[in-house]
C-alpha cells in the first residue's frame, strides 16, 4: 500500500496591539526551539482543531494574550516556508489589548512598530509581514 505524505497546517497570527507610547504595533515571539529567532506567533494546528481555534490558542500559548480575530489574511504554502518540514500557513491579523508575556516556545516577546523591525525574521515572516504592510498601505 503506498504511504501519502501531505503537509502539515500551521497557523500564524499577525497581534495588532498598541505601545506603551501609544504607537500601533504588532506582537513577535523569540523562538525557544529551532529555527530560532523572532516570528509571529503560531503553530501546528491540533487535531479536530478549527484554524480559527488553533490561532486563539496559539496566541493565547506563547504571548498569554486574549485575542480577537479580525480576518484571515492569505495562506502561504512554499514548501521550503519552514526548515523542519513542508508546512501550509494560514495567516490571521488579530487584535489584542494588555501587555505580552512569553510563554510556551517563547523565551521573549516584545511589541514593535514597524520602523523598528529592521532584522531578520524565522521561517517566511519577512514575507508575510510586507504583504501584510501592503495590505495595510493599501487600506489608508
Known amino acids: 500500500m503506498q504511504k501519502y505524505r501531505n503537509p502539515l497546517p500551521t ?3 499577525i497581534i495588532e496591539i498598541e505601545t506603551e507610547g501609544g504607537r500601533q504595533g504588532i506582537v513577535l515571539i523569540n523562538r525557544k ?16 482543531e478549527s484554524l480559527e481555534q488553533a490561532a486563539v490558542r496559539e ?10 480575530l479580525e480576518c484571515q489574511m492569505h495562506t ?3 514548501p521550503k516556508r519552514d526548515p523542519r518540514k513542508h508546512t ?27 520602523d523598528e523591525l529592521n532584522f531578520p525574521l524565522a521561517f517566511d515572516h519577512a514575507k508575510i ?9 493599501g487600506e489608508e
Do not use: C, M, Q
Not at 496566541?59 to 480577537?68: G, M, N, P, V, Y
Not at 509581514?129 to 498601505?137: G, Q, S
Open 59 to 68: 496566541a493565547k500559548e506563547e504571548t498569554s494574550l486574549d485575542i480577537r
Open 11 to 13: 497557523v500564524d497570527i
Open 88 to 114: 501550509i500557513s494560514t495567516v490571521y491579523i488579530a487584535r489584542a489589548k494588555g501587555h505580552p508575556v512569553a510563554r510556551d516556545d517563547a523565551k521573549e516577546v516584545k511589541i514593535f512598530a514597524k
Open 33 to 48: 526551539n529551532p529555527p530560532y529567532g523572532w516570528a509571529l506567533p503560531g503553530g501546528f494546528v491540533d487535531y479536530g
Open 76 to 78: 502561504y504554502s512554499d
Open 129 to 137: 509581514l510586507v504583504d501584510y504592510f501592503e495590505r495595510k498601505a
